[in-house]
């Protein structure tokens, strides 16, 4: 992924129109999804924790609203080090952050928000302890 993708949805993450975010929010785990997915099988990565990440970040994302604009984010081929997964998990960090912010507002969002909200924040969290341990060994 270009850094200019990246950079793009970690600007979005910091929005401060709430459905901006929740479409960046879904971006990400559809991203983390993907990658998580793509190192699953790789020869010394841990496909459980790849598996655990990819799971969280699902259920993350089906505890959000399906955005109504936008375009899909693409993943290129990942590199085989752990570092390459290092932007990935900082973008599910970040996500986690910005879904934490919105459980604060969340009674404007919508009836059933903010729980809808701390079980997805709760899940980026998981999910970023998880592909950061992909390629620990």
């Not at 570092?83 to 986690?96: F, M």
């Amino acid at each position: 992924m270009s850094t200019s993708v990246l950079m793009d949805l970690d600007a979005r993450l910091d929005s401060e129109d709430a459905r901006a975010v929740l479409s960046a929010v879904w971006d990400v785990f559809t991203v983390a999804t993907e990658v998580a997915d793509a190192v699953t099988f790789e020869e010394g990565s841990d496909e459980l924790q790849a598996m655990s990440a990819a799971q969280q970040c699902m259920g993350g994302r089906d505890l959000l609203p399906v955005p109504q604009d936008g375009m899909p984010v693409e993943v290129p081929a990942l590199g085989r080090g752990a570092a390459d997964l290092g932007p990935y998990v900082r973008l599910l960090e970040h996500a986690q952050q910005a879904l934490a912010r919105l459980v604060l507002s969340a009674d404007r969002i919508g009836e059933g928000a903010e729980r809808s909200l701390s079980e997805a924040t709760r899940m980026a969290s998981n999910a970023a302890v998880a592909l950061a341990a992909v390629r620990e060994r």
